[in-house]
């Protein structure tokens, strides 16, 4: 029995010698060399004549996994376990195709198989320990990835529509400002997924009919509000004036918490006290005359992905990060 490699077999088989086992060595020396596409033409000829020996689909497995034809040296790996199903070097090529495939699961699986055909194999056992590893790793990453992708703030909020339906005037009304802020939410989400940072900005619902788009954006950065206690008052007049005169019917702020003193500026106890512990993120504040909500979305850095997690509801009467925009409707 050979031991397991990453090299030509020469066992497994005792077949009609001759010409077939002559085209084998040729493409042996080949593969040493490095020749990999040689060799895979030598053992294809020499299986034209000797169909039913395994070590030459395990040779020229060994030489399409180097060429990188992966599905073609599966083939060979798995009828080379089909010829000699109990020849170790079958489930040791097809462990090292599936790792190729990062098919991690299985081809511990194809090494476990292998391991019992030869328990001596150290390189065996290397491989299953570190491709478990790579599995968990590997998990860990799709978990991550979904988590990411998961947050859908359409069906986070969608709690809150009786809320806005008894609040607001008429179906529609409520119907845009509840879309103006889900897209909010998500557009920073997927900012912060993508860069790990929002800029301070306030976003807001411009009334389509009244106003005027070439003095009022749908933006206005507030990077410098949370300077100093002169700048924070100074920009909250300055975006109550801007959305009268703007006519927006709603405004979302969105806001990282880097940029504010949090959570060291609510030391007062009770219901001003930080609870959120040292999670980064940023603050989302959705103001209008009616309705006024605050959410905290903590963030963390796992497998080199930023993931935001689901938004905290907080206290916008202890919490808030500007005082309200809009004037309390009667």
């Given amino acids: 029995m050979a031991a397991a490699g990453g090299g030509p077999s020469s066992a497994g088989y005792s077949g009609a010698g001759g010409k077939g086992a002559s085209l084998k060595d040729q493409g042996n020396e080949f593969f040493k060399s490095g020749n990999y596409l040689k060799a895979a033409a030598l053992y294809t000829q020499a299986i034209k004549l000797e169909h039913n020996n395994p070590t030459l689909y395990s040779n020229r497995a060994a030489a399409f996994l180097h060429l990188v034809k992966l599905n073609k040296a599966l083939a060979d790996a798995e009828m080379t376990i089909t010829l000699n199903p109990q020849w170790e070097k079958g489930y040791f090529r097809k462990g090292c195709i599936l790792e190729a495939m990062e098919h991690y699961d299985d081809a511990i699986a194809a ?5 019992q055909y030869n328990p001596q194999s150290t390189e065996v056992s290397k491989k299953i320990k570190r491709l478990t590893q790579l599995a968990r790793e590997k998990k860990r990453t799709l978990e991550v990835e979904s988590i990411r992708s998961s947050l859908d703030m359409t ?176």
Wanted: contains cysteine; aromatic residues 12%; neutral net charge.
């Fill in 111 to 115: 090494f476990q198989v292998a391991l």
């Fill in 155 to 330: 069906k986070f909020l969608e709690p809150m529509k009786s809320e806005f339906s008894t609040k607001f005037e008429s179906e529609e009304v409520w119907k845009d400002i509840f879309a103006f802020l889900v897209e909010v939410m998500d557009s920073a989400i997927k900012v912060w997924h993508d860069t790990g940072k929002v800029d301070p900005r306030v976003n807001f619902l411009l009334d389509k009919q009244k106003t005027d788009t070439d003095k009022h954006a749908p933006v206005v950065n507030i990077d410098k509000a949370f300077e100093s206690p002169h700048t924070h008052n100074n920009c909250f007049s300055f975006l109550r004036q801007y959305a009268e005169e703007s006519y927006s019917s709603a405004a979302c702020l969105v806001v990282p918490k880097s940029v504010m003193a949090y959570p060291q500026v609510w030391k007062g106890q009770g219901s001003r006290k930080w609870k959120l512990g040292q999670n980064d993120g940023f603050f989302v504040q959705f103001e209008s005359p009616l309705l006024r909500k605050l959410w905290f979305i903590p963030s963390s850095t796992e497998k080199g992905q930023t993931i935001c997690r689901n938004p905290e509801v907080l206290d916008i009467s202890a919490h808030e990060v500007l005082p309200r925009i809009f004037k309390e409707a009667s």
